[in-house]
């Protein structure tokens, strides 16, 4: 493995590295995600929905964390739901909530982890981990403890230990919710410094400002794909209506 790495995945060049055809999905009955055709090949990619719109089951079937019902997954030509090797090299993914995420004590072993998991032995992840500190400015975190980290510097942790791994593709499902403000900032400023490719889903437009490409999930089914100058105000316009509506009086059934 080698070991000179940067923060910034170099080369990377925009196509259709994520490719979806026909893709539908069933939950214990219900219908998430129903036709869905994309082809998702820009550097910053967001996809955005109202709860319950689809977004995080569709964020674990880009990581290969589950197989469609029906349709194809490609990223980088291959079905990462199995071929689990490919999804470490392709895919890294940052979930909502960090605790379900970090599983080591140390920040040091945490890191370490992916890179092991790829193949490195011990001495040699550990070297490259601590090489990715000193890149974040964290050298000092290498021996803290994960569960005496606030959920800023948790979040951040995931980040370093994904970012080691060198995915081409990072996928973050809601990693700022819950965060205050000058911790999503300086969390969004070390994701900008990567050059690979980005899939960030949100319900809230504001992170997704200036993005190449975003989606629009509306009930499991594609409702928009452009810019985010070309979804986004329409999005916002059609969540403002609703809101002056009361679907949530609307029981279930």
């Known amino acids: 493995m080698h070991m000179d790495r940067s923060l910034a995945h170099e080369g990377f060049q925009p196509?259709?590295?994520i490719d979806l055809k026909?893709?539908?999905h069933v939950i214990e009955g219900q219908e998430v995600l129903r036709g869905l055709t994309l082809s998702l090949g820009a550097r910053r990619v967001g996809i955005v929905g109202r709860n319950g719109s689809g977004k995080s089951t569709l964020a674990r079937l880009l990581a290969g964390l589950i197989s469609p019902t029906e349709g194809s997954i490609r990223i980088g030509g291959k079905d990462l739901a199995h071929d689990r090797r490919a999804a470490l090299r392709e895919v890294g993914i940052l979930f909502q909530n960090p605790d379900h995420q970090i599983i080591f004590p140390t920040v040091l072993e945490e890191i370490s982890f992916g890179l092991r998991q790829q193949g490195a032995i011990r001495a040699e992840a550990e070297a490259?981990?601590?090489a990715v500190l000193s890149r974040f400015g964290k050298v000092h975190w290498s021996e803290a403890q994960t569960n005496a980290l606030s959920q800023g510097q948790k979040h951040l942790v995931c980040l370093m230990a994904v970012v080691a791994m060198e995915p081409r593709t990072i996928l973050l499902d809601e990693p700022f919710s819950g965060l205050d403000i000058p911790t999503r900032r300086q969390l969004?400023?070390?994701l900008s410094h990567?050059?690979?490719q980005i899939v960030h889903v949100t319900h809230d437009p504001a992170d997704l400002d200036g993005y190449d490409q975003v989606i629009w999930l509306d009930a499991g089914t594609l409702r928009?794909?452009?810019t985010a100058a070309e979804v986004l105000p329409?999005?916002?316009a059609e969540m403002h209506a609703q809101g002056e509506r009361d679907d949530i009086?609307?029981?279930p059934g």
């Open 15 to 17: 196509g259709p590295l």
């Open 22 to 24: 026909d893709v539908r």
């Open 128 to 130: 490259h981990a601590r």
């Open 188 to 190: 969004d400023r070390y």
């Open 194 to 196: 990567y050059s690979g």
């Open 224 to 226: 928009r794909a452009g």
């Open 234 to 236: 329409t999005y916002l």
């Open 249 to 251: 009086s609307n029981l």
